[in-house]
């Protein structure tokens, strides 16, 4: 799924930048150019965002409670 059709940047390109260390909206445009033309975007890059960051989140809690 395109999310930046300008950059035709990726859902997953975003979720594996994400992954990588991105937390912020800024630092997934900076890695991607997603949300750098139009912005258009930006309220859809900052949901996937949000929710790669809190899935991260869970898994490491889940991770710490097992232990």
């Given amino acids: 799924m395109v ?3 300008c950059n035709r940047v990726t859902k997953r390109e975003i979720e594996s930048v994400v992954h990588a260390g991105a937390r912020t909206p800024d630092q997934v445009t900076y890695e991607t150019g ?3 033309v ?3 975007c930006l309220p859809a ?3 996937v965002c949000q929710r790669v960051t809190a899935e991260a989140c869970d ?3 889940g991770q710490v409670l097992v232990s």
């Fill in 38 to 40: 139009c912005g258009s």
């Fill in 45 to 47: 890059l900052q949901a």
């Fill in 59 to 61: 898994v490491c809690v």
């Fill in 34 to 36: 997603a949300g750098s």
């Fill in 3 to 5: 999310i930046c059709q």
